[in-house]
């Protein structure tokens, strides 16, 4: 009787082991990341949360996140690395990392997000449907509204200033836009572009003198390095206008555009159909629909810039301080 005991109570010891052992680790997530900043951030921490979102426990996935700091090279380098190790899906955040990806990962579900226009960045055939082992969320921004705003504080506006990284297949998408829509608003666009982080100053810089206010799009290397261009422009008393909420919170004016950490949310669900068996290649693309109007009382208030009525009364958040992140 004692030995039957003995031997229940060691098969119960067992099945509690093995059911840990089960809800350990079952799937293997890599993150390749483009470069550290709010909104790119922001967008990791929603796809982790979305997923949890979907009945997946964080502590039944590996995540491994690798960070490229902002060069091309080392994005290449963790795509060959995510490459033979096995995961069971890959995230990537921002165009360059997603490109990398695509040129090398052929059997591995890849998700991405941040990424503006992924058909011309070559990432997919069609934002209906990708074709391939990959989709994701894009961030296109909705530009004309945003300069339609920068018109609402500015209404006399004649000079604009616009910082962008070339190299970045998302700026020039959404620089090609800027052009049309100044173009036919009679605004002059004055371009500072950048290779890398180290000139984002000199940039900035080279617009003083010459511009009513300054844009900035979801280009990487610049919104990394936003906090240099707004020591320039608020010496200079130039106002900064926005393309994400995370650089409002950092001293931009305002923008009328996507919260990355939604966006991220929704590449997350996306990533749990995959996991449950969807195929890539037919899933669409998807875009944001939860576009915000952000200001930044402070930042206004720093640079004796009235905000309009019409404007202060439709905003959806407002921000009374300057946060660095």
Do not use: C, W
Request: proline letters at 4%; aromatic letters at 4%.
């Amino acid at each position: 009787m004692e030995k039957n005991i003995s031997i229940l109570v060691i098969l119960s010891v067992l099945l509690v082991l093995v059911s840990s052992l089960a809800g350990a680790q079952e799937y293997r997530i890599g993150i390749s990341q483009f470069v550290e900043h709010p909104a790119l951030d922001a967008a990791r921490e929603g796809f982790i949360e979305g997923l949890t979102a979907a009945g997946f426990s964080k502590e039944n996935i590996e995540f491994i996140v690798q960070n490229a700091q902002a060069d091309f090279a080392t994005a290449q380098s963790i795509a060959q690395q995510f490459r033979g190790d096995n995961l069971d899906l890959i995230l990537t955040i921002a165009t360059p990392n997603a490109q990398a990806a695509a040129n090398v990962i052929t059997d591995t579900p890849v998700l991405f997000t941040a990424v503006t226009d992924p058909v011309k960045a070559g990432i997919v055939e069609s934002m209906e449907v990708p074709g391939g082992n990959m989709t994701g969320t894009t961030d296109m921004n909705p530009v004309e509204k945003q300069i339609e705003l920068i018109k609402e504080f500015i209404p006399e506006i004649t000079d604009l200033g616009v910082l962008y990284n070339p190299g970045e297949v998302n700026s020039v998408v959404q620089i090609d836009l800027v052009k049309k829509v100044t173009a036919e608003m009679g605004i002059k666009l004055h371009e500072a572009t950048v290779s890398n982080s180290s000139e984002v100053s000199l940039a900035a810089s080279s617009l003083v003198g010459d511009v009513d206010a300054v844009y900035v799009p979801t280009d990487n290397i610049i919104v990394s390095a936003l906090p240099s261009v707004l020591n320039i422009t608020n010496q200079n008393n130039i106002p900064v206008f926005a393309s994400e909420n995370g650089q409002v919170r950092q001293g931009s004016i305002a923008t009328l555009g996507i919260d990355y950490k939604l966006l991220g949310i929704q590449t997350g669900k996306m990533a749990a159909q995959i996991l449950n068996g969807a195929d890539p290649a037919e899933m669409a693309v998807q875009s944001s629909d939860q576009l915000k109007l952000y200001l930044n009382k402070k930042a206004a208030e720093n640079l004796n810039l009235e905000i309009p009525a019409a404007v202060l009364d439709r905003a959806d958040v407002i921000y009374e301080e300057i946060t660095q992140e």
